[in-house]
């Protein structure tokens, strides 16, 4: 089984702080993928990787940024964390390998601003 | 853009059937998936449906396509407690699950009566 394991479940953290959301994934899969879910708003995009050191902006993209500088992790960083950013964080990984394989999800990471 | 629809709350008895619809505005999707999401846990991939196809079904679970109306439903025969959940439909787009980001609904809560 694909194992995506995000490595906070609970994050408090202040405004203007830098964080760091980290994910890992253990089926060597190219794609990695960073979503926000707010309640009313479904899943959003934020960013996500064809493959280390490659990034692609998703649809809410403003405010973050990432790192992939191993296969395996990628990482979601709020480069000054504000209170509109508390949210559920939910990272994903897929291989390009073929069509039908789909997008496995970690538990995700619920992050509070104050 | 992309737009996925669906009903934001459905109760049902249990034994009964559910079903969950969703509409889709994609007609280039390769893929259609169903994910459930359990109270604070990730999404879990229940089952996907490739666009040829109308019909598949898994165990308790039909998904049931109609690409002319762009309109996915899931299924759940005999539901029980246990599938008290939010249920998201995603779709892919054009280059299929494993190479792009999904576009997700904003889930439907099932809600199970006694």
């Known amino acids: 089984d694909v194992k995506v394991t995000q490595s906070s479940r609970y994050l408090v953290k202040r405004t203007g702080e830098k964080v760091f959301l980290e994910c890992v994934q253990d089926?060597?899969?190219?794609?990695m993928f960073w979503y926000r879910q707010d309640p009313g708003l479904g899943l959003r995009l934020i960013y996500f990787s064809y493959d280390v050191k490659m990034k692609e902006k998703g649809d809410i993209p403003e405010g973050y940024s990432v790192s992939r500088e191993k296969k395996e992790r990628f990482s979601l960083i709020l480069e000054s964390a504000s209170t509109n950013q508390t949210s559920m964080y939910l990272c994903?990984?897929?291989?390009?390998?073929?069509?039908?394989?789909?997008?496995?999800f970690g538990d995700g990471t619920r992050l509070s601003i104050l | 853009g992309e737009d996925v629809e669906q009903s934001l709350f459905l109760s049902v008895r249990e034994g009964d059937s559910s079903v969950i619809n969703c509409t889709y505005t994609?007609?280039?999707?390769?893929?259609l998936y169903w994910y459930k999401q359990e109270p604070g846990a990730g999404l879990q991939l229940l089952t996907y449906?490739?666009?040829?196809?109308d019909m598949k079904q898994d165990q308790r679970l039909t998904v049931l396509l109609n690409k002319k109306d762009k309109h996915l439903s899931l299924r759940i025969a005999d539901t029980q407690t246990g599938d008290s959940a939010i249920y998201f439909c995603a779709e892919s787009g054009p280059s299929g699950g494993g190479a792009d980001g999904l576009t997700f609904g904003k889930g439907t809560h099932l809600i199970i009566q006694p």
């Open positions: 449906i490739f666009s040829n196809m």
């Open positions: 994903a990984s897929s291989t390009p390998d073929s069509y039908n394989q789909p997008q496995h």
């Open positions: 089926m060597d899969h190219e794609n």
């Open positions: 994609d007609s280039s999707s390769t893929y």
